[in-house]
Nanobody
Framework: QVHVVESGGGLVQAGGSLRLSCAAS????????MGWYRQLPGKQRELVAT???????NYADSVKGRFTISRDNAKNTVYLQMSSLKPDDTAVYYC?????????WGQGTQVTVSS
């Protein structure tokens, strides 16, 4: 059983910064791509950023230049540094880990950006 646990969400004013962390554990297989997604009530979950085990990154256009994803492979941990936050960034942020057995999701962490 793979466990994915996010942390670091909270309330921040527009223009501020937050850092999210996500740790994956319990996998018998190596973890390939890890990523962050977000979801608003009643809307589909959307990609924020992903990073492969080799360090290749991919970002949603809406966060390019403001968010940075990074990873510690030894710890199976991925981070999302969020800067210049906007009220539109308010959502539940979910972490995802991909192994040879499939995708695993965390429980989500709330990020609220006040104007």
């Amino acid at each position: 059983q793979v466990h994915v646990v996010e942390s670091g969400g909270g309330l921040v004013q527009a223009g501020g910064s937050l850092r999210l962390s996500c740790a994956a554990s319990g996998s018998r297989f190596s973890i390939n791509t890890m990523g962050w997604y977000r979801q608003l009530p009643g809307k589909q979950r959307e990609l924020v950023a992903t990073i492969t085990s080799g360090g290749s990154t991919n970002y949603a256009d809406s966060v390019k230049g403001r968010f940075t994803i990074s990873r510690d492979n030894a710890k199976n941990t991925v981070y999302l540094q969020m800067s210049s936050l906007k009220p539109d960034d308010t959502a539940v942020y979910y972490c995802n880990a991909l192994t040879a057995r499939g995708y695993y999701w965390g429980q989500g962490t709330q990020v609220t950006v006040s104007s």
